[in-house]
C-alpha cells in the first residue's frame, strides 16, 4: 500500500516532507494490520518511520485521526467506484471491493478500535462518522445517483435508505456474526438492492 497514491499532504503548521508523511502512513497501515488499533503505539510509529513524536502530532492531532488517514489511504488504492451503466453491476463490483476491504486488510479490526475510542473522543467521533464512514457513503451514493440519472431508481427511492441497507449487513457481518464475506454475498445483496430500488 502506498499512502501516498491519490493523496496530497495537508493540515496546519509547516509544509509536511511527502517523504516523511507517506512513511508515517504507511507504518500506520503496516502497524493496523498486524497490531490493530488498540495497540498501535505512536512511539512505534515513529521509530519505524524514522521521525519524531513530535512531528506526528504536529501532523496529527491524536492516534485516532493517524489511523482514520492511514485507512483512507489504503481504502482509495483498493476502492473504485464503478461506472457499468447497470445499478446491479456497479453494486455487485463495489461490494466485491468492499469485501475485500474488510477480509484481506485489517479494516475491520481498526474500525471496532475507533468505535471503542469514540465514546472517550468527541473529535474522533466526529472524524470517523464523516471522513472514515462518510467517504465511504459519499462514494457508493455516486452509484445510486447515476442510477437515478439514468431511470433506474425507483421515484421514491431514498438514496441514504439505500446506503443505509448497502452498508449495515456488510459491517454487520464483518464485525458481530462473523457469517460470510465473500464474492457471492456480495452479489447477493446486489441482487437485493436492485430489486428493492429500481
Do not use: C, H, N, Q
Not at 497514491?5 to 495537508?10: K, Y
Not at 490493530?36 to 503505539?41: H, T
Not at 458481530?176 to 429500481?198: E, H, I, K, N, Q
Amino acid at each position: 500500500m502506498s499512502a501516498a497514491a491519490g493523496a496530497e499532504p495537508r493540515g496546519p503548521g509547516r509544509p509536511r516532507s511527502r517523504e516523511s508523511w507517506s512513511a508515517i502512513l504507511d507504518v500506520t497501515a503496516e502497524l493496523l494490520e498486524r497490531d490493530g488499533y488498540l495497540r498501535l503505539s505512536l512511539d512505534t510509529v515513529a521509530a519505524r518511520a524514522g521521525v519524531s513524536k513530535r512531528t506526528i502530532y504536529r501532523w496529527w492531532p491524536s492516534k485516532g485521526a493517524l489511523a482514520i488517514e492511514a485507512y483512507l489511504a489504503v481504502a482509495a488504492d483498493r476502492l473504485t467506484v464503478p461506472d457499468t451503466g447497470s445499478l446491479r453491476e456497479d453494486l455487485e463490483r463495489y461490494a466485491r471491493d468492499f469485501v475485500g476491504l474488510l477480509t484481506e486488510t485489517a479494516t475491520a479490526r481498526t474500525v471496532a478500535g475507533l468505535v471503542a475510542a469514540s465514546f472517550d473522543d468527541p473529535e474522533l467521533a466526529r472524524a470517523f462518522r464523516e471522513d472514515f464512514l462518510g467517504g465511504r457513503r459519499a462514494a457508493a451514493g455516486e452509484i445510486f445517483e447515476r442510477a437515478r440519472e439514468r431511470g433506474e431508481l425507483r421515484a421514491d427511492a431514498d438514496i441514504d435508505t439505500a446506503l443505509d441497507d448497502f452498508f449495515a449487513p456488510l459491517w454487520y457481518r464483518a464485525l458481530f456474526t462473523g457469517a460470510a464475506l465473500d464474492g457471492p454475498y456480495a452479489a447477493v445483496l446486489a441482487d437485493r438492492l436492485a430489486a428493492a430500488y429500481s
